[in-house]
């Protein structure tokens, strides 16, 4: 019976591998661990979601916590090696972009251990962000690659990836969306933040390149300040944008932006479905909006999720005061074209992963050993 090792580390991670947990759960087939890295680790940024969504609690958790790059990865790295060593799963199980993603990735393919990579593919082609490294390299050593979106499968495909490790599933954290969505708009929490469905906005903010630094951090405040002037700009705020905000001195020109701790999935989901619009920086979130039909901005120059813009509410801007002020004056002249639902973000991409695992150690039973 194959022996799964799932990976989960930080936030964006856990609507992702709920639903594959859950699918490889209900298959008699398989067997699985649950490995949290621990590089979230603060019940609102981790312990809630697991809760939520009805995650299995990890059968290990790494510890690792918060540091530098180069430590985090060596750390997931130094604490994974010892229980891929012990456990020898036949495949590791990996989702999106995160330090923990390549980390794990890399220690498994030194041992000579499957990969698979939920969320292939994607491709920003901007080198100065962290994500892309991690992607770009947890493809390169992935025996198994399933990808979202198109743009990912011709991506792979220009890298040169043998077509037959490619697997074209769909979108696990909308089988998550579409599993929640009613619970989600049944929390109340636009009641609770007194603010009425279609009237407001919701910001996330947290790429190191808008709020690392005090020169792009500055401008997207004084924005966000201004059009909390006009309707009510609801603003959960990551850890990190929250120090860096304190660190510049700038939480007061924040105005009448509503600060709220980081939320939940259940009430994010619900606040973001009931939004007039969304301003993010987020990768997921440009996903969300897509299927909710929420207009979103993304403030970074470029996205590797081009099918949001092509099919879904999203639209690039530029991360700057007069770029933030003229999409939101924007939003209420643009018509809101019909947005098509992706293809496959219908629901079902976990059983599709689970299926094309089963063909692979069918293949590989029946195959001479290597790759
Ligand atoms: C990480 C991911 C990013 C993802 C984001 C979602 C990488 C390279 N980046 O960025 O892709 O979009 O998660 O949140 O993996 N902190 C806490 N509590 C926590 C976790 C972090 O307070 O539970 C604080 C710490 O001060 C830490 C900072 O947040 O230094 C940043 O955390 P880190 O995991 O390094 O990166 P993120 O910015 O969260």
């Given at each position: 019976m194959p022996h799964i090792l799932h990976v989960a580390g930080a936030r964006p991670n856990f609507m992702k591998i709920a639903p594959i947990v859950d699918a490889f759960g209900r298959d008699p087939d398989f067997r699985q661990t649950l490995v949290h890295t621990g590089q979230h680790y603060d019940e609102a940024m981790s312990k809630v979601f697991f809760e939520e969504l009805g995650i299995?609690?990890?059968?290990?958790?790494?510890?690792?916590?918060?540091?530098?790059h180069a430590v985090q990865t060596a750390r997931v790295m130094i604490e994974f090696e010892k229980v891929v060593s012990e456990t020898r799963p036949d495949l590791v199980l990996v989702v999106g972009d995160v330090n923990s993603t390549v980390a794990c990735a890399l220690v498994a393919a030194k041992l000579g251990i499957a990969v698979a990579h939920v969320?292939?593919?994607?491709?920003?082609?901007?080198?100065?962000?962290p994500e892309e490294i991690n992607r770009v390299v947890t493809d390169r050593l992935s025996d198994l690659l399933f990808t979202t979106e198109e743009s990912g499968n011709r991506n792979l495909a220009a890298e040169g990836v043998?077509?037959?490790?490619?697997?074209?599933?769909?979108?696990v954290m909308i089988d998550t969306l579409l599993t929640h969505r009613d619970r989600a708009l049944a929390t109340g929490i636009t009641q609770q933040l007194d603010v009425a469905p279609g009237t407001y906005g919701v910001v996330t903010m947290h790429r190191p390149s808008n709020v690392d630094r005090e020169e792009t951090l500055a401008p997207i405040v004084e924005a966000l300040a201004e059009v909390a002037r006009t309707r009510p700009v609801l603003f959960p705020i990551h850890p990190r944008t929250r120090s860096n905000l304190e660190r510049f001195g700038?939480?007061?020109?924040?105005?009448g932006v509503r600060l709220l701790s980081p939320l939940g999935y259940l009430e994010f989901l619900g606040l973001v479905a009931q939004a007039g619009f969304v301003l993010t920086d987020s990768g997921g979130i440009q996903e969300e909006t897509t299927v909710l039909g929420v207009p979103c901005l993304t403030a970074?120059?470029?996205?590797?999720?081009p099918v949001t813009v092509t099919h879904g509410t999203n639209r690039l801007i530029e991360p700057t005061r007069d770029g933030i002020l003229e999409a939101v004056a924007d939003l209420g002249q643009r018509a809101k074209g019909a947005t098509r639902a992706p293809e496959?973000?219908?629901?079902?991409a976990a059983e599709r992963i689970v299926a094309r695992v089963r063909t692979f150690f069918e293949a590989r039973a029946g195959a001479p050993a290597g790759r």
């Open positions: 299995p609690r990890p059968d290990v958790d790494l510890g690792v916590g918060s540091g530098s969320e292939a593919g994607l491709r920003s082609f901007d080198w100065g962000m043998p077509a037959d490790r490619v697997h074209f599933v769909g979108n700038l939480a007061d020109a924040l105005g970074r120059p470029n996205t590797e999720r496959l973000w219908d629901g079902h």
